[in-house]
C-alpha cells in the first residue's frame, strides 16, 4: 500500500513538471520536480529509498520524453547517488548542505542525460547551450530543495541512524 | 560496517544503472518501437487532464485578477452579481478558444494541405529536448516526421508517434534546424532552437544586409518543411563583417509556453 501510495505520488509530479511546472521557465529552465523530489527523499530516508524513487520517476519521465526508456533513470540514478554520498560526509541538519547536494545533483542528472542520449546515438545539445542550461537548472532546483525538504519531511520520518543502514 | 554498506549502495546503483541501459538499448530497437508508443500514449488522457485542471486553474486566476482590477477602476462595479463576473470570464475564454479555432481553419483552407488538429497535452520534462506531447497519433494518422503548425506559423515537427499520442520536437529544441529566407532582403539562414530564444545564421549576400522586422519563413531548401511557413521576426542582428555569416535573434512567432492547439500536416513527405 505504501509503495502504492508513492509510486502515485511520483506519477503525481511528473504529471505536474510535464504539465504546469513549463509555466515556471527561467532562463531557459524550469523546475525538475521529479529530480528534486528524488534528492529530498535520498536526503530525509537514505539512497536505497531515493534509488527506488529514482527508477521509478526516471521510467515515467522517459514515458513523457522522446526517445528510448531508460536515460532519465540513470540520470536521476546518478542525482540519488551522488546525494546518498553526501548525506553520510556531512551534516545533515545544515540547510545550506541540501541544497548544495541539489545543484550538485541536477549537475550529475544533466551530464548523465547528455552522456547517454549521446551514448545511445540520440541527438544531443551543442556544449555552450548544455553548460547553459546546466547551470540554470541546478540553481533554480537548489532554490526550490528547502520546500520540497518541507514537504516530504511530513512523509517521511528516518533518523541519521536509519539514513546510515538504509545506505 | 560503513564502509560495507557504501559498497553495497554502490553495488547497487551500478546494478540499477547497467539495467536501465539495457532496457534503453533493448526499447531503442525498430522491434519495440511499436511497445513503447503505446506504453508512451499511456500517459497522455492523465496528461490531458492535467493540463485541463491548469487551465481550469488560469482561468480562475485571470478571473480574481479581472475582479482585482475592475474594484479598483470603478466602485459600482462592487455590487456585480459574482455569477455573471464568472460567466464573463468563461465567455472571454470560450471567445478565446474559438478565435484560435477559427485562425487554426483559415489557416488549413489558406494553405492548401491536409491537416490533424491537435490538443497539446504535456510539455517535455526537462530544458534538454523542447518538445509537446499532443493527443493525436498514428490512429489519427500522426506518423513521425510529419511538420506541426499553428495558424501563427511553424511549431516544428513529431519525433515519434504512438496510437493516441505523440511527441513533437519544436523549433525551441537545442537540436532543431531549420532553413530559412528573410521576407524583404531574400537571404537565407538557418535557424536553430535555444535555451532563451531561437537563434539565426544569416548567410551574407553582396550587398544586402539583414535588418532588424524581417520575417523569416521556411525555405524550404533541404526538403524538411515546406515552403512559406512563417518562423517569427528578426528581433537583434549582430553584423559580423570578418564572418560569412551574421547572427540574430528571432521572436518566434508560437508562445511555446501558451500553444494549446496544433495542425498536424499529414500530407508533406519529408525528403
Known amino acids: 500500500m505504501k509503495r502504492l501510495l508513492a509510486v502515485a505520488l511520483m506519477l503525481a509530479t511528473i504529471l505536474v513538471q510535464v504539465t504546469w511546472a513549463p509555466r515556471l521557465t527561467i532562463a531557459g529552465v524550469f523546475p525538475n520536480l521529479a529530480l528534486v523530489a528524488v534528492i529530498a527523499v535520498t536526503w530525509r530516508s537514505g539512497v536505497r529509498s531515493g534509488m527506488a524513487w529514482a527508477c521509478v520517476g526516471g521510467l515515467m519521465l522517459d514515458l513523457t520524453a522522446p526517445g528510448p526508456l531508460g536515460p532519465h533513470a540513470v540520470a536521476l540514478l546518478a542525482g540519488a547517488y551522488l546525494t546518498g554520498f553526501w548525506t553520510r560526509n556531512v551534516d545533515s541538519e545544515s540547510a545550506l548542505h541540501p541544497m548544495l547536494a541539489a545543484a550538485a545533483g541536477t549537475a550529475a542528472y544533466s551530464i548523465l542525460l547528455v552522456a547517454a542520449d549521446d551514448t545511445l546515438g540520440l541527438p544531443v545539445p551543442p556544449l555552450g547551450v548544455a553548460m547553459q542550461l546546466l547551470v540554470a537548472a541546478s540553481v533554480y532546483n537548489a532554490v526550490l530543495m528547502p520546500l520540497a525538504l518541507m514537504l516530504v519531511r511530513g512523509h517521511l520520518h528516518a533518523s541519521p541512524a536509519a539514513r546510515v543502514s538504509s545506505a | ?271
Open chain 2, 1 to 271: 560496517m560503513y564502509g560495507r554498506s557504501q559498497s553495497r549502495s554502490t553495488g547497487l546503483f551500478l546494478i540499477l544503472c547497467a539495467s536501465m541501459l539495457v532496457l534503453a538499448m533493448v526499447s531503442e530497437q525498430s522491434w519495440a518501437a511499436g511497445v513503447r508508443g503505446v506504453a508512451k500514449s499511456a500517459l497522455a488522457p492523465l496528461e490531458s487532464a492535467m493540463t485541463q485542471v491548469a487551465a481550469n486553474v488560469d482561468r480562475v486566476t485571470a478571473g480574481f485578477g479581472d475582479v482585482s482590477a475592475l474594484r479598483t477602476e470603478n466602485q459600482r462595479l462592487k455590487a456585480a452579481d459574482e455569477a455573471l463576473r464568472r460567466q464573463i470570464v468563461e465567455l472571454n475564454a470560450a471567445a478565446k478558444e474559438n478565435a484560435t479555432l477559427r485562425q487554426a481553419l483559415d489557416f488549413e483552407r489558406s494553405f492548401g494541405h491536409r491537416m490533424v488538429a491537435a490538443q497539446v497535452v504535456g510539455r517535455g520534462p526537462d530544458g534538454f529536448s523542447r518538445t509537446l506531447q499532443i493527443d493525436r497519433g498514428t490512429a489519427d494518422g500522426v506518423q513521425p516526421g510529419m511538420i506541426v503548425t499553428t495558424g501563427a506559423g511553424l511549431v516544428g515537427r513529431v519525433r515519434e508517434a504512438g496510437p493516441h499520442g505523440a511527441i513533437v520536437q519544436t523549433l525551441g529544441d537545442p537540436q532543431s534546424r531549420v532553413n530559412v529566407f528573410l521576407s524583404k532582403s531574400g537571404l537565407q539562414g538557418t535557424v536553430t532552437g535555444g535555451p532563451a530564444a531561437l537563434q539565426v545564421e544569416v548567410e551574407h549576400s553582396l550587398g544586402m544586409t539583414a535588418v532588424s522586422g524581417e520575417w523569416a519563413l521556411t525555405s524550404g531548401v533541404g526538403g524538411g518543411y515546406p515552403r512559406g511557413l512563417v518562423v517569427g521576426e528578426l528581433a537583434s542582428i549582430t553584423h559580423r563583417p570578418s564572418s560569412t555569416s551574421d547572427q540574430a535573434l528571432v521572436a518566434w512567432v508560437n508562445d511555446p509556453a501558451g500553444i494549446s492547439l496544433v495542425l498536424v500536416i499529414t500530407d508533406f513527405v519529408p525528403s
